[in-house]
């Protein structure tokens, strides 16, 4: 079992920024993709971003230009810079992994986005 912790959520006024991490945790063997999924009220769930063990990044166009992903592969814990928000960013932001094929899930850190 892999554990996904995240942190560094809260409420920012529109254009301000916030740092997202999530810390794996566990019985990891190799985590391949580590990314950042969102769920807003009323709304299903949508991927914001993910990264490759090797770097490669992906964006989905909502956020592209505005929030950047990284990882440390050597802590095992992932990234999420925001910046430009914007109140349709409000939801809360789950993190994801895969290791050994299986997705693994954070319970999620809310991020609000209000004057």
């Known amino acids: 079992q892999v554990q996904l912790v995240e942190s560094g959520g809260g409420l920012v006024q529109p254009g301000g920024s916030l740092r997202l991490s999530c810390a794996a945790s566990?019985?990891?063997?190799?985590?391949?993709?580590m990314g950042w999924y969102r769920q807003a009220p009323g709304k299903q769930r949508e991927l914001v971003a993910f990264i490759t063990r090797g770097g490669n990044t992906n964006y989905s166009g909502l956020v592209k230009g505005r929030f950047t992903i990284s990882r440390d592969n050597a802590k095992d814990t992932v990234f999420l810079q925001m910046n430009s928000l914007k109140p349709e960013d409000t939801a809360v932001y789950f993190c994801n992994a895969v290791d050994s094929g299986i997705n693994y899930w954070g319970k999620g850190t809310l991020v609000t986005v209000s004057s």
């Open positions: 566990g019985n990891i063997f190799r985590l391949a993709a």
